[in-house]
């Protein structure tokens, strides 16, 4: 069941203002972006690189309205009390396992479109959009979830230790 219908509890709680990983992927993301223990081992590609963070999802669910605010927020992050957006505050980069499947909402073409759109402006913008490529298999053209399909967005998959395709990502 999803947690975003009310259906499990939440070690973080609901809406928090604060970074909180509920399911160990971010804690695992943002090792592969920015891990440095400051005692030389530096496992992320950009080790010491400054981040923020918006929460789009709840115990690895997430709809397509709470990756648009999220999208929405990059553009243009504001304070603690939603105030104040301002755009000289924008990443450089964001990268998130943004991935949105049928069961999230993300069936509707509608919906999707509204999502490029926003990957678009975030472009527009300056902003490099780096997604998970969400594939289901080991073979070229697996991943078929937006937006990791936007020519837009910079889509990104995992590889096994012997560099072939994983068959997740």
Known sequence: ??????????????????????GSHGTHTMGTMTGDDFQGNQIG???????????????????????????????????????????????????????CSDSEGCNDVAIENLMRTAVINLRASGVVVVVSNGNFGSGCSSGNEPPAYFEESFSIGATRSDDTIAGFS
């Open 1 to 22: 069941p999803s947690p975003l219908n009310g259906d499990s509890l939440n070690p973080c709680g609901f809406n928090s203002v604060q970074p909180c990983d509920d």
């Open 45 to 99: 590609v950009a080790p010491g690189a400054q981040w923020v963070g918006c929460r789009n999802m709840e115990r690895g669910w997430g709809k397509p309205s709470s990756y648009i605010e999220c999208f929405e927020w990059f553009l243009a992050p504001t304070d603690l009390n939603n105030l104040n957006p301002d755009p000289t505050k924008a990443p450089h980069v964001i990268n998130n396992s943004w991935y």
